[in-house]
């Protein structure tokens, strides 16, 4: 593909399954239509979409949310999700996996200088790029559907910062530190102190 440049991107025409019906109806059909939907992109920045999450969820009105991303954002999207859970506990969760069609067409690169011009050749390419939808819940879902996680029993540990372990070992440790920081100090030489006197 070295000899290549990408001319346009473009979605190919998709089989139309239950996922893929209407723009607008997205994976998850029977949604509410005040749930929020995330759109996790490549470049997005993870703390602005949480700070948006967050707000959003914190809201009494608002019972669901929705991340979605494909290709290089999916890891991203469920980084999203999964803080999202922890910093909200008892959402109930669905993931859906679905592909999306994408064609591409590289056109060659002209040759160097030489002396006739060879026309420029197109090549089109089909590629499936995954995608990930997660919709997180407050309310219960249907636990048989596919994908589903219940929400986590335990609570989530408090954010409190960590104390100092204070096991025999890492209290030696310190003392052994402190040692080691006295005897790196220079010490006076003995040849300074005899002619002085």
Known sequence: MENFRKVRSEEAP??????????????????APDAVHMRVKEGSKIRNLLAFATASMAQPATRAIVFSGCGRATTKTVTCAEILKRRLAGLHQVTRL??????????????????EPTPAQSLSVLKNVPGLAILLSKD????????????????????????????????AGSAAEAGTAKRSQPEPRVADKDRTA
């Open 98 to 115: 679905r592909y999306r069609s994408v064609r591409e067409v590289w056109q060659s690169l002209p040759p160097g200088p030489g002396p």
């Open 14 to 31: 998709a089989g139309g399954g239950p996922e893929e019906g209407s723009p607008g109806s997205g994976p998850f059909a029977d949604l």
């Open 140 to 171: 219960a879902l249907d636990p048989r559907q596919p994908g589903y996680q219940p929400p986590n029993p335990n609570p989530a540990p408090s954010s409190s910062p960590p104390t100092a372990p204070t096991s025999k070992r890492s209290l």
